[in-house]
């Protein structure tokens, strides 16, 4: 079974820049997660999506950052413009739970690591 | 909301011994407790994981235990292996609500 997929890995941008990441989940998987882990600390989530719908944006910072989930299946993350202190790891996760659901595993991509000069 | 620490931050130990991660939560209404091993370059990966109406879950070389009292679950590794080096992250969530990870131990095994 093919687990997350996200690109790019990599990207170094000047600050005030655009970035987009993408995310193609596990295949079925209804939910899913974008985090952003900044060096040295645990992921802290940005955005949930059930199907192509939010469910919790509520940390989303919405002046700079947008997100969508076309068609309920692969969805982008999108920075503009960028800010220093958006260098971090963006992880995307996909999962099985329904909404309102609390248990149930999370998989993770591999990350886009992002850095802003 | 939902507040978790863990400590240690860093921790070595030497390969065959144990190693012990603490975390403490504060809302009393989280009723699962997962935890997640990071390798270096990847995403986070499910370990193991314990629900409020157990105390103690194993799974070979690794374990969790949970005291709802006292707001606190620990992951125990037993024959530490130098595979074992990663970032382990703990998380609390209660029921509707979305994870919230702990800052993370860094594990590493000595040979």
């Known amino acids: 079974e093919a687990g997350v997929a996200q690109s790019p890995r990599y990207k170094i941008i000047e600050k005030r820049q655009s970035v987009a990441f993408w995310c193609n989940p596990i295949s079925g998987h209804a939910t899913l997660y974008w985090y952003q882990q900044i060096l040295g600390q645990g992921p802290k989530l940005l955005i949930q999506f059930q199907n192509n719908g939010v469910v919790d944006d509520s940390q989303l910072p919405k002046d700079r950052f947008s997100a969508e989930r076309l068609k309920g299946v692969d969805s982008t993350l999108k920075i503009q413009p960028a800010k220093l202190e958006d260098s971090a790891v963006y992880l995307c996760a996909s999962s099985s739970r329904g909404k309102g659901a609390n248990t149930g595993e999370l998989f993770f991509g591999e990350g886009s690591r992002l850095t802003v000069l | 909301g939902e507040n978790v620490e863990q400590h240690p931050s860093t921790l070595s130990v030497q390969e065959g011994d144990s190693a012990v991660i603490k975390c403490t939560y504060s809302d009393s209404a989280s009723n699962y407790f997962p935890w997640y091993k990071q390798e270096l370059g990847k995403g986070p990966q499910l370990i193991i994981d314990i629900r409020s109406n157990v105390g103690e879950k194993k799974d070979q070389r690794i374990a969790v235990t949970l005291n709802k009292t006292a707001k606190h679950f620990s992951l125990h590794i037993t024959e530490t292996q130098p595979e074992d080096s990663a970032v382990y992250f703990c998380?609390?969530?209660?029921?509707?609500?979305?994870?919230?990870f702990g800052p993370g131990t860094r594990l590493s095994v000595l040979p």
């Open positions: 998380a609390a969530i209660r029921w509707g609500q979305n994870f919230v």
